[in-house]
């Protein structure tokens, strides 16, 4: 349970905001990044996998899942959703359809490339688990970037983001990405080869993260 400091309006107006997952990365990182930049004050909270069994049943969580958004007397549900409403509070969502239709449909696409993955999370054997993780970092995930790279470069003569000129939830969602999969400490050296035949991503990887000052230092440490 940590409390992240800021800024926003919602601090000047006293409204309180918990975030709540597990105590990993995994579907609440992009919403953790977004807060972030948006500077708004949080309380991130992270349940242990006991916690949750105890705490599943209580009625609290709409559809029984996490994370969840508590905000201004409402509880929030659906990662992406979630990403979307404080985008749209905080000015960080396009206006535009097209980009609108562009900036949901980088959202997705991440999502999509963690389904390769998948099978690292269902193998209970150790050594099926390392090769369908094996597997992913070496079949699934340089094309993945290849992906990346050329939709930075359709949108270099706007800006170094992925849509327009400025953060949208595709940026966060995407930061979510490379901090987990690709850059994560114990990622970045096997994924160097795939990483270096990028150099739009990389760039973009470099710059986006320091907008987030010492976010990424600062996290607690998580596998995933």
């Not at 359709?154 to 400025?166: D, Q, S």
Request: aromatic share 14%.
């Amino acid at each position: 349970r940590r409390v992240h400091g800021g800024n926003s309006k919602q601090m000047e107006s006293g409204s309180k905001v918990k975030l709540t997952y597990f105590d990993s990365y995994g579907r609440a990182e992009f919403i953790r990044i977004a807060l972030t930049y948006a500077r708004v004050p949080f309380e991130d909270v992270r349940l242990s996998w006991s916690d949750w069994s105890q705490q599943k049943s209580s009625g609290k969580f709409p559809f029984d899942q996490l994370p969840v958004l508590e905000i201004d007397g409402h509880v929030l549900a659906q990662s992406a959703s979630i990403l979307r409403y404080v985008c749209q509070r905080h000015n960080l969502y396009p206006t535009n359809l097209i980009d609108i239709h562009r900036t949901e449909s980088i959202v997705t696409l991440l999502d999509d490339f963690i389904i390769p993955f998948r099978p690292y999370w269902r193998e209970s054997e150790k050594e099926k688990q390392q090769k369908a993780y094996d597997d992913y970092f070496a079949q699934h995930l340089p094309g993945q970037l290849q992906r990346l790279e050329r939709l930075l470069k359709e949108n270099e003569a706007r800006g170094l983001f992925f849509v327009g000129k400025t953060w949208t939830p595709a940026d966060f969602a995407a930061l979510a990405f490379l901090s987990i999969f690709v850059f994560h400490p114990e990622r970045a050296a096997l994924n160097k080869a795939a990483t270096d035949a990028c150099p739009t991503l990389l760039k973009y990887w470099e710059t986006r993260s320091a907008d987030l000052g010492d976010y990424f230092k600062q996290r607690p440490s998580s596998f995933l």
